[in-house]
C-alpha cells in the first residue's frame, strides 16, 4: 500500500490470557503527512481477511504522541518482559527494518493475568 518504512512504531495490544489480539494498533509514523495517507487510505476499510465485512476506524491518540515518548511509555512495560512471545510486543522500526527495542531502564515486573470474564483495561496492553 506504499506505507513500508513510513513508521518507526507498530504495537498491537494482545489479550495475554486468550492469546488474541483486541484488534487495534498504535502506529507512530514518520511524518505527519504520512500519517494523513494512511488515514486517507484506511479509514473506512473493509477489505480485511478477517472482518467480517467490518470497516476499520482510524484515529489520532490523545494520549501518548512521538516515538520517544512511545519508547518510554514501553520499555518499561511488563510486555516487554522475557517470558512474553517477541510477536506480541511493539516494533521499532528503523528505515523500514525492524531494531531491537531499546532496553528497559527499570527492572521489568511479569505480566499479570486478568480473568477472562474481566473487560480489557489499559494494563492488559501492558500485559
Known amino acids: ?3 513500508a518504512g513510513r513508521y518507526n512504531f507498530i504495537y498491537v495490544p494482545v489479550n495475554i490470557r486468550a492469546r488474541k489480539p483486541f484488534f487495534y494498533a498504535f ?15 484506511f479509514d473506512g476499510y473493509s477489505e480485511w ?23 518510554e511509555r514501553y520499555r518499561n512495560s511488563p510486555i516487554m518482559h522475557p517470558e512474553v512471545p517477541d510477536i506480541w510486543k511493539p516494533g521499532y522500526y ?26 480489557p483495561s489499559e494494563d492488559d496492553h501492558d500485559a
Open 1 to 3: 500500500e506504499g506505507f
Open 27 to 41: 502506529i507512530n509514523f514518520v511524518t505527519p503527512y504520512d500519517m494523513m495517507r494512511f488515514v486517507m487510505r
Open 49 to 71: 481477511p478477517a472482518a467480517n465485512g467490518q470497516s476499520s476506524v482510524t484515529e489520532r491518540s490523545r494520549g501518548i504522541q512521538g516515538l520517544e515518548s512511545l519508547i
Open 94 to 119: 528503523v528505515d523500514g527494518r525492524e531494531v531491537p527495542f531499546p532496553a528497559p531502564t527499570k527492572r521489568l515486573r511479569t505480566p499479570r493475568l486478568r480473568r477472562q470474564r474481566d473487560a
